[in-house]
């Protein structure tokens, strides 16, 4: 989650993310290409049909890129097309923004509880609060409804002061000038922003962090250079990713040792770690898969077993 000191201004949040912006490209543009993937053995991939009829055609191309930078992956795709997200061919610009609030107020309803909890929660908003009681409310609904009524609806007082601030960024009563975050969402926004400054901007609001940010820039928006280290799935499939790959895993700690790739400074976890949790490594080795870094995800969360329906 994104936290904002109290004294902290407009002007100050949009410094830090200017800076943030600057190190995550000056951090992506040292990274080299990895010898690892240079030596294994190339050979001529095919998708099968079955992919094409499933999925739009950026992503079958991203599916070919990755089985080219390492056909090890083969068996893992080709157990047959994804069942979740980067399906269908519609366009940004096919899609209204109160879609994207949609999917963004989703994520703030459902963080830390469980699928069952969460769409009982939506359930009674649909029902109280939006116009037709049929529909997921609109961002005037939620924004002219008080914290504490939308805590009788289930949401925390944090989630219903979250959503609201939310969608006021989303409405088109409000200039950017009146909107604290210094944000303005619309159709235009999201059909030319690119996927660092999406991100950026949706953590200055508060309840969206990095993993949600991620989830919604691949799931609502379709963008598939995402990478998200931290995700629980990811990390599990890292892990069997590079539990055959020793000598991978030497190479890019062999970057950090000589300073090549700098590491972040990252208070050591506590304890035996089940899986990996070396975000720098896992980006590293991530980058290798650019332009196509949320085709790897999926690869991955398939070899952890992750049920990615539930993350949409």
Do not use: C
Not at 88 to 111: H, M, P
Not at 113 to 142: H, M, R, Y
Not at 235 to 260: A, H, I, M
């Amino acid at each position: 989650m994104t936290k904002r000191k109290p004294d902290q201004t407009k002007s100050d949040v949009s410094v830090a993310s200017d800076k943030k912006r600057i190190k995550i490209k000056q951090i992506e543009s040292i990274i080299p290409d990895l010898k690892y993937y240079s030596r294994l053995s190339k050979s001529k991939v095919s998708i099968p049909s079955a992919f094409h009829k499933t999925h739009r055609p950026e992503f079958i191309k991203g599916l070919e890129f990755v089985l080219n930078k390492d056909p090890s992956l083969d068996a893992y795709i080709k157990q047959g097309p994804f069942d979740s997200g980067l399906k269908t061919a519609t366009k940004v610009d096919e899609k209204d923004s109160e879609f994207y609030f949609e999917k963004l107020a989703s994520g703030l309803i459902s963080q830390q509880l469980s699928g069952k909890a969460a769409s009982s929660i939506k359930q009674k908003l649909v029902e109280n609060v939006s116009q037709d009681g049929k529909s997921f409310p609109l961002t005037s609904d939620f924004y002219s409804r008080k914290e504490e009524e939308l805590r009788t609806y289930g949401l925390s007082m944090k989630k219903g002061e979250y959503i609201r601030r939310l969608s006021k960024a989303f409405m088109k009563d409000f200039d950017i000038d009146e909107i604290e975050e210094g944000v303005k969402f619309d159709k235009d926004y999201f059909s030319k922003i690119d996927d660092v400054n999406l991100r950026l901007d949706l953590e200055k609001f508060k309840g969206v962090g990095p993993w949600s940010s991620s989830m919604f820039a691949m799931f609502a928006m379709g963008r598939l250079d995402i990478f998200e280290a931290s995700d629980l799935g990811i990390r599990r499939g890292f892990t069997v990713y590079l539990k055959n790959r020793p000598e991978l895993q030497k190479e890019v700690e062999g970057l950090f040792s000589e300073g090549t790739v700098s590491r972040m400074k990252r208070k050591p976890s506590i304890g035996k770690q089940k899986y990996i949790n070396d975000y720098e490594l896992m980006n590293v080795v991530a980058h290798q898969f650019k332009p196509y870094r949320s085709v790897f995800m999926f690869v991955l969360w398939r070899m952890s077993d992750t049920i990615v329906e539930a993350l949409t």
